[in-house]
């Protein structure tokens, strides 16, 4: 039995069984030269009891100080367990990390915006620019934890305002369609951001056991697992985006234990 293209089918629907490495399937090159490198991991649950998230954090700090030429890091929601306290404990442990890094405010991040922004330096919609790519990162939740939409209108200001940017990257805790368990019904985001021809991607956590990628109108929305708290996938991973000089640009998902490249995708041939 020809197992390549069962297996092509089980990355595109975004699940977690395909653990042979990209290259292999003979498809996609990694640039040869890169202008930009960022990461993004979600789902730290910084003070879940019961679970190691100290130990879970310091493994994968481990882990993106063994990358190199890094410019970012995403932590993509859900960076305590819903405990406000906790939320200053894990910006201290933060610190410890030798590249800058943002976040994304979760549906265990019970804090105000208000708080958010004083313990955290930056507002819970947010963006910014690295490199000729514009970073958008959005909020989907509240105090209370409610799932919610993200904000269209301040979505649609900053893609508005990075429309002659050659990339755009897209960062939302929850995904915003009902395609996986724990995601949203929000098609206006999708059509949204959808509209815009330089977003590469849009970016979620959340579900921790969806690692892969799902199309929408051509445009990829990507997960990365999980590198914290009690369930979802066995194994804790990250997710890396490289923009070459050449404008091509790829994502691929690795292990957090020893760096093994799980899945990866071409966003920009």
Wanted: net charge negative.
């Amino acid at each position: 039995m020809n197992r390549r293209p069962f297996l092509q089918k089980l990355a595109l629907a975004g699940t977690s069984l395909v653990t042979m490495p990209f290259v292999l399937y003979g498809k996609m090159n990694f640039p040869k030269a890169t202008r930009l490198k960022f990461i993004t991991a979600s789902d730290g649950h910084w003070g879940q009891p019961n679970t190691d998230f100290e130990g879970f954090h310091k493994n994968l700090f481990d882990a993106i100080h063994r990358e190199k030429d890094l410019d970012f890091v995403v932590f993509n929601g859900d960076l305590i367990h819903d405990k406000p306290e906790l939320l200053p404990e894990v910006k201290d442990f933060y610190r410890q990390l030798q590249v800058p890094h943002h976040v994304c405010r979760g549906n265990h991040d019970r804090v105000s915006e208000q708080d958010f922004q004083k313990v955290m330096g930056q507002t819970t919609n947010f963006s910014f620019e690295a490199k000729g790519s514009g970073i958008l990162l959005l909020d989907c939740s509240n105090e209370k934890g409610e799932y919610l939409c993200a904000d269209l209108d301040y979505a649609k200001k900053i893609l508005d305002e990075y429309s002659a940017l050659e990339h755009v990257f897209v960062f939302v805790h929850i995904s915003q369609n009902d395609w996986t368990r724990h995601g949203v019904d929000c098609k206006p985001f999708l059509d949204l951001v959808t509209f815009y021809p330089n977003v590469r991607a849009t970016f979620h956590g959340h579900d921790h056991d969806v690692d892969g990628q799902m199309i929408y109108r051509k445009k990829p929305f990507l997960w990365s697992g999980h590198f914290g708290g009690n369930w979802g996938n066995p194994f804790p991973s990250y997710r890396v985006c490289e923009v070459g000089e050449d404008g091509k640009v790829i994502s691929y998902l690795k292990t957090v234990k020893d760096g093994t490249i799980l899945n990866g995708h071409t966003l920009k041939n």
